[in-house]
């Protein structure tokens, strides 16, 4: 079945970049996702990524991915303390980005001034 | 850009009650909604699938008896846990989708559940 794998935590010092890194295993995504979640709140769509792109960038944040290893990425350039929170990864599963998504762990972003 | 509102926030209930949670689309119409339930540390789990005017469709070890889901109109759907126990102390989340192809989920802020 789908399957998501991410990494647990993650700390980095303020002003360094963070790369939190993801695997999945169904080759039919056609949407994959990186959502914020900061504690007690719900979640934060900070970008996504159609399946025939291998790069995007917007502002801070650089998506990656290698469809053939099954591997997204999600690097945050200049990383803040406002950043610390928890980061999922999910890919879509169905023909559009209305369908049902399957989510990583999450990964813990803490961030040291 | 596209709003999804939860209410309530958190409710505490006693066991054996049942809870009714909101699920609104602000600023658009939402042919289906998606509710997850989220564990402490853990990730989202898809428990159903909310389609407008029909019935949900519940993931597998899900109890449709338990969590009853209503998608009356496009702009509202609620989970309503019956029977509540403290087991089911949890995260909820929604979230919808026009349905288009280039339309993103869009999430509620959750529903915090306790149940003493």
């Known amino acids: 079945g789908e399957d998501v794998e991410q990494s647990l935590f993650l700390s980095v010092r303020e002003g360094d970049s963070s790369v939190i890194n993801c695997t999945y295993t169904?080759?039919?995504?056609?949407?994959l996702y990186w959502y914020k979640q900061e504690p007690g709140a719900g979640l934060q769509l900070l970008t996504y990524?159609?399946?025939?792109?291998d790069m995007k960038q917007d502002q801070r944040l650089t998506v990656l991915l290698n469809k053939k290893d099954k591997h997204l990425s999600l690097r945050i350039a200049d990383t803040q303390t406002g950043d610390s929170a928890i980061y999922f990864c999910a890919e879509s599963i169905g023909y559009n980005q209305g369908g049902k998504l399957i989510f990583g762990q999450g990964t813990e972003l803490s961030v040291k001034p | 850009g596209a709003v999804v509102s939860q209410h309530p926030s958190w409710v505490i209930c006693k066991s054996g009650t049942s809870v009714k949670i909101e699920c609104r689309s602000l600023?658009?119409?939402?042919?289906?909604m998606f509710w997850y339930r989220q564990f402490p540390k853990q990730s989202l789990m898809l428990m159903a699938t909310?389609?407008?005017?029909?019935?949900?469709?519940?993931e597998q070890g899900v109890e449709k008896d338990k969590f009853l889901i209503n998608h009356a109109s496009l702009t509202l759907s609620t989970l309503t846990v019956t029977s509540a126990h403290p087991e089911d102390s949890s995260f909820y989340i929604c979230s919808a989708s026009t349905g288009l192809d280039n339309s993103p989920l869009h999430f509620g802020n959750g529903t915090r559940l306790t149940v003493t």
């Open positions: 909310s389609n407008e005017g029909s019935k949900a469709t519940y």
């Open positions: 600023d658009f119409q939402a042919t289906t």
């Open positions: 990524i159609f399946s025939n792109m």
């Open positions: 169904d080759s039919s995504s056609t949407y």
